[in-house]
């Protein structure tokens, strides 16, 4: 079973990522001025994650929100879907990660031509 703890600090991890990859992409727009109208929403849309995960863990870190509270949630089949949600999280996080990962090399990669 998911405990409210677990889920806060998911998010809080998350919230990390995002701000890692938000600052990648905001120092690239910054830095090359003519960029594609999708790279700069791609930042906006990252920033907006950030503040869900945000919320989520502060909401989830309250002692009002208990694993008794989180049982109340369930699915389709009657199953707890807070586990598909920490699944949601895990893939998100993988996600992040590797774009984390692919914008630490452009970073790279420009620094050594001067860009």
């Keep these: 079973m998911i405990d409210p703890i677990t889920i806060?600090?998911?998010?809080?991890?998350?919230?990390?990522y995002c701000g890692k990859v938000s600052e990648y992409i905001n120092t690239f727009v910054n830095k090359v001025h003519n960029v594609d109208t999708s790279v700069r929403v791609l930042g906006i849309e990252i920033d907006s994650l950030s503040r869900v995960f945000g919320l989520i863990s502060v909401?989830?870190?309250?002692?009002s929100?208990?694993?008794?509270?989180?049982?109340?949630?369930?699915?389709p089949?009657?199953?707890?879907y807070w586990n598909d949600v920490m699944r949601s999280m895990d893939d998100c996080k993988i996600a992040l990660a590797?774009?984390?990962r692919i914008l630490y090399t452009?970073?790279?990669?420009?620094?050594?031509?001067g860009v």
């Design 8 to 16: 806060a600090s998911a998010s809080a991890a998350l919230v990390g």
């Design 59 to 63: 909401k989830f870190s309250e002692p």
């Design 65 to 75: 929100v208990d694993a008794a509270t989180l049982e109340l949630g369930t699915g």
């Design 77 to 80: 089949k009657g199953e707890p």
């Design 98 to 100: 590797s774009l984390e």
């Design 106 to 113: 452009i970073k790279r990669r420009a620094a050594l031509h």
